[in-house]
Structure formats: structure tokens, C-alpha cells
């Protein structure tokens, strides 16, 4: 099993380039089942959740081919179930399920189950697939929806920590097919599910308002193949934002969205970083100590729960009280115990964790859980004194690629190592 091992205290200079967004592509990769043609995605980032995503549409009879930055999917003759196996290990390949029913009226996906941040439930998927038709059944661990015909409604999607990413998805994915129009009230507004739109778009789907919180979609009676290029990572950008910040050094990241990064990128000023834009550049600097800000993740275009975990991280190296409080998943702080480990002084209060920052971190061997926590013990053991090793680094490449080669281009000493 990889770890990384990181000698911190190095302030990061240096530009890093920006991959496509992990939670565009998946969704973008499942929609190529809508369609008989053969679609083209550019920008595909090298993560271990794009390629299982390319493994589970194979499984489902696509034809999938990488090539670089580029997938070519042809999904000409598909089948309806899902891999228990790999949607198990992938909770976004449950966005197979809205295409494989636009697609084929049928589709049998396993409950992709909880994970290390919450229960992850998919009642609101289900709740609005049925809207348009469909009738669920689960059972054996596995959900079955089957519809003679679907047929477009009005929908309300939002749930008891607000809309949904995938669900908006799955749902949008299926009403492009239906007949007559669909309307979800409450629809997840990520810059991911914009993208999205826009590729069914380009496939002949009719949406308009995706982005805001109604969503309409005029179903049609087939969708053509398309070439698309994914939006830059956000959550990516963030991170190695915030990693500068961290190490008090200067980056640059180049093709980012800035227009997407707006409630980190508000933060990080307030927390006293400097941050100069450019077009589709970003450059952020520390000149100065830091200021402790409190945090509290929301739906877009709130600050986002994926960059929870790294804030915490830079609060912890703050001087001052920070208190970050998590409204998105259940239990999204894992990260807390292993930065405790590198000095951080850090209390849970039920939702919000209580950062006293200012110390100086030490580095010390910690474990990955989640992926942006681990993100976040990477950013940690950057700025701390010191070795730190991070262990189960498998969660990292699901989600940033090529994290150990992006940082030693930006003077970081970090090495990927074989561990026990
Ligand atoms: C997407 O997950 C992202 N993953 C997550 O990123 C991200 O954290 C999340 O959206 C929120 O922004 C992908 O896009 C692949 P949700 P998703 O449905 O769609 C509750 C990362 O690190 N909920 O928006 O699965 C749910 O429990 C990952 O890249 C229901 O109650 O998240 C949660 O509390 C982690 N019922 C909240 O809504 C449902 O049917 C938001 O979940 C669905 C969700």
C-alpha cells in the first residue's frame, strides 16, 4: 500500500495546472449511455474513480476507451445492471441509474451504501425518478427501477441538508428522454451540474435554468453523440490554494474557474491571503500572518463541504478561534483526530469543530479516511516541522491527480513510498 512522505516547511512557489473536475466527469461519462453514438469527453482527469467509472460502463456493454486527457465512450448495445462489486466501491457510479432507465426502461444498480463522511441515501434519486414513471423496488442490497414509459412532472428534490448533486443528475439524465416536461424545484446548482447540462445539451437535450434552483427539461425521442470538454476542478484549485496559503508561499494555478471558486476564494482573503485573477488564472500568496475565519459549508455557491477539511487544516496553523461547522454529510470530520496527531488543538461541538490555530505542527505518520481529509493532512504536514507520512494514499488518487508530482513541481519535498 502507497503512502506519501512529506519533509514540510517549504513555502510552495510555482504554477500548477488545474485537471478536469472529477464530479463533472463521472456524471458526464454515465450520460454517454443515453445515446447509441459515440460521444468524446476532453479534459478527463488520470483518477482511479474515472477509470471505474469507465470499468462499470464496460461492465454495462459500452465500449470505453482512454486516450490521455481524452475518453471515448460508444455506448451502442447496453445492459441494465449495475456491478455490486464496483458501484459498492464507487458511490458516484450510481449515476448510471437515471441513463440505464432513460436508455432501456429498466435498470438494476446496487445500493452504493454509506461511506467514511455519512449514510450517503439515495431517496431523493429514487423519489424523483418515480416522479417521472419509474417503479422502484429494492431488494438483495440492490435497487431495480423499471418504467413502461417516462413521463415528464414537477418535482421538488430538496432534502434535510438541501438539494442533491447526483440526485439532480440522475433525474435531469432521465427526463431528457421523457415525454412532455419536467421541472425539478430545488435542483443542486454546482458549476458540475451545469457541465452536465451542457453535454446533454450538446447531445440534443432541451434544458434551460440548470445552475439555479429550478431546472426544466423538455424530454425528446433521442439524444446523438457529442464532444465535450469538462470544467476545470474546482475542489482541486481549491486545495492547492489553500496549500500556498498554508506553507506561506506564492501559487499559480492555471486554468481554474475563479467564477466558480467565489466562497473559498472570499474566505481566503478574509483569512488575509493575497489573491490576484486573471481570465482563467489564480494566483494566491500569503504576505503576512493569517486571520482565524469561521466556516460553514452550504449548497453552491455556499463554501463547499469538499473544502471543509482543507480550511480546517490552514485554521489549525492560524493563530486564534475558528469555528468550522459542517451542514452537508453527517460525520465529515474525520480528518480532526489525525491533524491532533501533528499538534492541531482542535474540539468537536456536534456539528462545528472548534479550531484553537496558531500552533506549530509537527509532522507524525497519519491516515488517510475520506478524500478530502486526506487532502487535508497532505496541506498539514506541508506547512508542519518535520516528516509526516500519509498512509492509504489511494484515497488521495481517487480525486487529485498526480498530487506528489503537482507539489514537487511547487518545491514541495513529497515522495510516494511503498509502506507496510
Ligand atoms: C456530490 O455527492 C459529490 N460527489 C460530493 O463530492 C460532494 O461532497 C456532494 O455532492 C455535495 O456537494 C460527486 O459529485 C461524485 P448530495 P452526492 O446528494 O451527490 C443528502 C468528493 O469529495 N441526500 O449532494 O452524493 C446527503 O446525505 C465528494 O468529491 C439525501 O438525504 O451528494 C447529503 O447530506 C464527496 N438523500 C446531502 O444530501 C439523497 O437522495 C448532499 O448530498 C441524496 C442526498
Do not use: W
Amino acid at each position: 500500500m502507497e503512502s506519501l512522505l512529506i519533509k514540510g516547511g517549504v513555502p510552495l512557489r510555482g504554477e500548477v495546472r488545474i485537471s478536469g473536475a472529477k464530479n463533472a466527469v463521472l456524471p458526464i461519462m454515465a450520460a454517454a449511455l443515453l445515446t447509441e453514438d459515440p460521444c468524446v469527453i476532453h479534459r478527463v482527469p488520470k483518477l482511479s474513480d474515472v477509470r471505474f467509472m469507465g470499468q462499470i460502463l464496460a461492465r454495462l456493454g459500452a465500449e470505453v476507451h482512454f486516450e490521455g486527457d481524452t475518453v471515448r465512450i460508444h455506448a451502442r448495445r447496453i445492459k441494465g445492471a449495475g456491478d455490486y462489486e464496483l458501484v459498492r466501491k464507487m458511490r458516484g457510479s450510481i449515476c448510471v441509474l437515471g441513463p440505464l432507465l432513460a436508455r432501456l426502461k429498466k435498470a438494476s444498480v446496487s445500493l452504493p451504501g454509506g461511506c467514511v463522511i455519512g449514510a450517503r441515501p439515495i431517496n431523493l434519486h429514487l423519489k424523483g425518478l418515480e416522479a417521472l414513471g419509474a417503479k422502484v423496488t429494492i431488494k438483495g442490497g440492490y435497487v431495480d427501477v423499471a418504467a413502461k414509459r417516462l413521463i415528464g412532472s414537477a418535482m421538488f428534490l430538496g432534502g434535510r441538508a438541501g438539494p442533491t448533486v447526483l440526485g439532480t443528475a440522475n433525474v435531469m439524465m432521465a427526463a431528457t428522454l421523457a415525454q412532455g416536461v419536467t421541472v425539478i424545484e430545488s435542483a443542486a446548482c454546482e458549476p458540475e451540474v451545469v457541465d452536465l447540462a451542457a453535454f446533454l445539451n450538446a447531445m440534443g437535450a432541451r434544458i434551460t435554468g440548470a445552475g439555479s434552483p429550478t431546472v426544466t427539461i423538455a424530454g425528446v425521442r433521442q439524444l446523438h453523440g457529442a464532444e465535450h470538454e469538462v470544467i476545470p476542478d474546482r475542489i482541486e484549485a481549491a486545495t492547492y490554494a489553500i496549500a500556498g496559503a498554508a506553507t506561506g508561499g506564492e501559487v499559480t494555478l492555471r486554468g481554474a474557474r475563479p467564477d466558480h471558486m467565489r466562497a473559498v476564494l472570499d474566505k481566503l482573503s478574509d483569512a488575509g491571503a493575497k489573491i490576484e485573477r486573471n481570465d482563467s488564472d489564480l494566483t494566491i500568496r500569503r504576505a503576512g500572518p493569517l486571520k482565524a475565519v469561521d466556516i460553514t459549508t452550504l449548497p453552491y455557491a455556499g463554501f463547499p463541504t469538499d473544502v471543509q477539511a482543507q480550511m480546517m487544516a490552514l485554521m489549525a496553523l492560524t493563530p486564534g478561534i475558528s469555528i468550522i461547522t459542517e451542514r452537508i454529510f453527517e460525520s465529515r470530520f474525520m480528518h480532526v483526530s489525525e491533524l491532533a496527531r501533528l499538534g492541531a488543538d482542535i474540539e468537536i461541538e456536534g456539528p462545528s469543530a472548534i479550531v484553537k490555530g496558531g500552533r506549530l505542527l509537527t509532522g507524525a505518520p497519519v491516515m488517510a479516511s475520506d478524500l478530502r481529509a486526506s487532502a487535508a493532512l497532505v496541506i498539514a504536514g506541508l506547512a508542519a516541522r518535520g516528516a509526516t507520512q500519509v498512509n492509504r494514499v489511494y484515497h488521495i488518487d481517487r480525486g487529485y491527480e498526480n498530487i506528489d508530482g503537482k507539489l514537487r513541481r511547487l518545491g514541495a519535498r513529497i515522495k510516494r513510498i511503498e509502506a507496510s
